[in-house]
């Protein structure tokens, strides 16, 4: 079964500076999607950023980034100059292309914006 | 933009009581999912739907039933509502391989 790990449980940053957040996972499969989600304090879960296995070329979504290493199982996000909005729990997610759409999640990261 | 809507915020209920958790979505998406969440395990599947009256045990479905009579409706049900029931529970959407659209997820209490 595939699992996904996320390390940090609590990283901090501060305005205007960049902070990775780390993810790996397991799988034996060779087709695949990986997600980053965010959970600001209202709650409201939202998608970040999507990643295509087969693709090579890193994911960008204005100031967020992955760096996707396929060999390495690894899938981190990296959010440049940061911002007091960005303060949430970020979630990774990976999503097998063999059963219908099932999400499955790491423990999440929580993520601190210092002034 | 999809809309997922999960029709309470806070509930409290208590030890015993038949509990329903319901969940609209308006763009006619054939997949449904709920999950709960807990400090330090993340979201964990309950059950998860791909079609009007099929339903999907996820990873921790004991305790609960779901119920999809319409596309567009999904509800969680938790039979006899336990203390160890108390978690967020969080309601998604998706059709295709774009991720989910969540709700803003219900808050319950069982005392």
């Known amino acids: 079964a595939q699992t996904v790990t996320q390390s940090q449980p609590e990283m901090s940053v501060q305005e205007a500076e960049t902070v990775t957040l780390s993810c790996t996972y397991d799988t034996s499969e060779s087709d695949y999607y990986l997600f980053w989600y965010k959970q600001p304090p209202s709650r409201q879960m939202i998608l970040v950023i999507r990643?295509?296995?087969?693709?090579?070329q890193n994911a960008t979504e204005n100031r967020f980034s992955v760096n996707f290493q396929k060999a390495a199982k690894s899938f981190s996000l990296k959010i440049s100059d940061s911002q007091l909005g960005d303060a949430a729990m970020y979630f990774c997610a990976y999503r097998s292309p063999m059963v219908t759409d099932k999400l499955i999640f790491g423990t999440g990261t929580r993520l601190q914006v210092f002034p | 933009d999809v809309k997922v809507t999960q029709s309470s915020r806070y509930l409290v209920k208590r030890t015993g009581e038949k509990v329903f958790l319901e969940c609209v979505q308006d763009?006619?998406?054939?997949?449904m999912f709920w999950y709960r969440q807990d400090p330090g395990l993340g979201l964990r599947l309950i059950y998860f739907s791909y079609d009007v009256k099929m339903k999907e045990k996820g990873d921790i479905p004991e305790g609960y039933s779901v119920s999809r009579e319409k596309k567009e409706r999904f509800s969680l049900i938790l039979e006899s509502a336990s203390t160890n029931q108390t978690s967020m529970y969080l309601c998604?959407?998706?059709?295709?391989?774009?991720?989910?659209?969540f709700g803003s997820g219900t808050r319950l209490t069982v005392v």
């Open positions: 998604a959407s998706s059709v295709d391989t774009y991720g989910y659209t």
């Open positions: 763009m006619d998406h054939e997949n």
């Open positions: 990643q295509e296995a087969y693709k090579q």
